[in-house]
């Protein structure tokens, strides 16, 4: 058993937490020394002594941990974690039974109950993402109830603390059968390339499912376009599989190129009649406008922060001046499918964003569609930033 610490709520504090708030922050507790302990068991009590939550010591940005339960007759102990992991296999029922799609999300950190902890699921591998080192304190008993619950082929791990981009095969690989790498998933019947061994990013990226098929089954019919930060390429598939007429992939790490020639190859698509082109975003928009290029669709999915040899790009301050160089380039009436994962800006200000870089194009618009995160990745109602997803479709004229 570990140890356990108490902690009390500041008073301004205390009703956010009653309510659900469930990431321990520094200055809502009296002693936040007492959580430098990775992975001891933090009581929270209100000002008055009296019990709001249990939870765990883990550092992850600015959260030095997360209360897991408001009842006070619960433990951290292996039963819990069952119980937790149990219910949000239960909630993924139907995506278990689905033909079309066999990589989904199946815990989904606070969400479904326990924060820095999320489990993937791809065609009969589990993926285990701990996000601070307290929570992969309780690693065993994750690993334990998955291999109870389910029937894997193998489990893989990802340690997303300490030092980042540091991934050894050996490390990552815990139980099952060691897979042949790249495995192939399919979501909405189209086929995707996935490589557990190779650190963080896996090659696709589960919250964009909906937006995906959306692009596929509604827009994608007769239309040029340009996918930015393309990765493995997963939308320019999509479009592609929808019948658009050609595709543009950019991004800027090598690895890309060979990737999403090989989802295309995947679904007997012919990457040859497409554009796949290593480069930095930021030049391959001012070639575009130089050559006067523009597109019907132009999906833009940058990461929160990004930097490449001469730009620095922060999504919270650079996004409208991105989305006005989009603009430029997507033909009237065409679609922009503009998409962000910083969690330090809502839907509204997103919305502002887009407001402020069309205003200062002169162009009308209007917003078609609006995606935030899907049914597997479930979220807190008084966490606001859980939700860091957004997607908008933006017409333009
Ligand atoms: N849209 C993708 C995921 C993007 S991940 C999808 O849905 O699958 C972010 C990608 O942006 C990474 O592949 C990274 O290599 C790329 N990237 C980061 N900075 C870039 C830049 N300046 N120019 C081009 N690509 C960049």
Redesign the pocket.
């Known amino acids: 058993m570990a140890q356990e610490f108490t902690v009390k709520l500041r008073y301004p504090h205390v009703n956010k937490y009653k309510k659900g708030y469930p990431l321990i922050l520094k200055d809502a507790i009296d002693r936040p020394e007492l959580l430098k302990q990775e992975g001891a068991v933090i009581k929270v009590l209100d000002d008055q002594g009296n019990f709001v939550g249990r939870g765990f010591a883990g550092k992850q940005n600015k959260g030095l941990g997360w209360i897991v339960t408001h009842q006070e007759s619960d433990q951290l102990d292996a039963s819990f974690f069952d119980q937790k992991i149990q219910h949000a296999l239960e909630k993924r029922h139907a995506f278990f039974l689905d033909e079309d799609t066999d990589a989904f999300r199946i815990f989904n950190g606070e969400g479904d109950g326990i924060g820095g902890l999320t489990i993937d699921y791809f065609a009969g591998y589990y993926v285990i993402n701990f996000y601070s080192e307290g929570i992969y304190a309780f690693q065993s008993w994750v690993i334990d109830a998955i291999k109870r619950m389910t029937d894997y082929k193998a489990i893989y791990q990802k340690k997303r603390f300490g030092k980042q981009g540091t991934y050894i095969e050996e490390d990552e690989f815990v139980a099952g059968e060691r897979g042949e790498f790249p495995i192939i998933v399919k979501e909405n019947g189209i086929r995707l390339a996935v490589y557990l061994n190779e650190g963080a ?1 896996v090659g ?2 589960l919250d ?1 499912r909906e937006v ?1 098929k959306t692009l596929r089954d509604q827009y994608a019919e007769g239309c040029s376009v340009l ?9 320019s598939i999509f479009a592609s599989a929808g019948g658009a007429s050609h595709t543009t992939s ?4 090598n690895r ?1 190129y060979a990737k999403t020639i090989e989802n295309f190859s995947m679904n007997a698509l012919d990457f040859e009649a497409q554009d796949i082109i290593v ?6 928009f001012k070639y575009a406008k130089r050559k006067e290029k523009s597109f019907d669709i132009v ?1 833009l ?3 929160s922060f ?3 040899k001469k ?1 620095m ?1 922060r999504a919270e301050k650079d996004y409208p001046s991105l989305l006005k160089q989009t603009i430029d380039i997507t033909e009237d009436q065409g679609m922009i499918i503009a ?1 962000t994962n910083c969690s330090k800006f809502n839907m509204n200000k997103f919305k502002q964003f887009v407001k402020q870089a069309f205003q200062q194009s002169g162009c009308p618009y209007r917003i078609e569609k609006e995606f935030s995160l899907p049914s597997d990745f479930p979220t807190l109602p008084h966490f606001k930033e859980g939700n860091y997803l957004k997607v908008l479709f933006i017409r333009k004229g």
């Open positions: 990013m696709v990226f964009q995906r996918n930015t930060f393309s990765y493995t390429g997963a939308f950019v991004d800027l790490a890309s480069e930095d975003v930021f030049k391959y999906v999915d940058p990461p990004a930097r490449s730009h790009f998409s």
